[in-house]
């Protein structure tokens, strides 16, 4: 199973909107509903942002929000601030009954 | 409140086997899968693996196919990553993770790292 393919990094202003892409295949972000998007900062644990493509988990910010069209997921950080600054990570259930990981985009607030 | 507290950091020789540890609380142990994911000094996070505590049915990576056990003990709410076969390359900090969401999970222990070296 192939990693999903994600930018490797991405930057932005504050306040500004970026997004970074998820790309897989059929097999996995396409089959299933069942994209998540993790936030880890340097030296901790990550923490899931978005679950099941476009759900928000208690606690994390309206400013994230996920989409899916076919292979491809995506994360939109609205609003960029200072903190969002990490790496980020999309996971997708796969035909496999597993569990992929895309490679991590490092996201840089100017 | 969940918690996932993991074992200490280990010290291993090439060709070794490591055999990490995950106690969890705060809720039932049997309710959700447990994931654990490695992730090698400025990498990325690679899944190894999953077992349902209810039944010990484990699903795991290709990758890291018959090197990797995952047990889980309900009798101290426990579960259990070994590795063997040890290499360099698996020097990396090792996470349990489990939550309700079943392939998203949203509990984390703190990881253990465990370093490969002669």
């Known amino acids: 199973q192939s990693a999903l393919t994600q930018p490797a990094s991405v930057s932005g202003s504050p306040g500004q909107s970026i997004t970074i892409s998820c790309t897989g295949t059929?097999?996995?972000?396409?089959?299933?509903?069942?994209v998540s998007w993790y936030q880890q900062h340097a030296g901790k644990a990550p923490k899931v942002m978005i679950y099941?493509?476009?759900k928000r988990p208690s606690g994390v910010s309206n400013r994230f929000s996920g989409s899916k069209s076919g292979n491809t997921a995506s994360l939109t950080i609205s609003g960029l601030q200072a903190e969002d600054e990490a790496d980020y990570y999309c996971?997708?259930?796969?035909?496999?009954?597993?569990?992929?990981f895309g490679g991590g985009t490092k996201l840089t607030v100017l | 409140e969940v918690q996932l507290v993991q074992s200490g950091a280990e010290v291993k020789k090439p060709g070794a086997t490591v055999k990490i540890s995950c106690t969890v609380s705060?809720?039932?142990?049997?309710?959700?899968?447990m994931h654990w994911v490695q992730q090698a000094p400025g990498k990325g996070l690679e899944w190894m693996g999953l077992?349902?505590?209810?039944?010990?049915?484990?699903m795991f990576a290709e990758k890291f196919q018959g090197r990797v056990t995952i047990t889980a003990d309900t009798s101290t709410d426990t579960t259990y990553m070994e590795l063997s076969s040890l290499r360099s390359e698996d020097t990396a900090v090792y996470y349990c993770a489990t939550g309700a969401g079943t392939w998203s999970p949203d509990y984390w222990g703190q990881g253990t790292l465990v370093t490969v070296s002669s």
């Open positions: 077992v349902d505590p209810e039944d010990g049915e484990t």
């Open positions: 705060g809720y039932t142990f049997t309710d959700y899968y």
């Open positions: 099941d493509v476009s």
């Open positions: 996971c997708s259930y796969t035909s496999r009954s597993t569990v992929v």
């Open positions: 059929s097999s996995d972000v396409g089959g299933y509903n069942y």
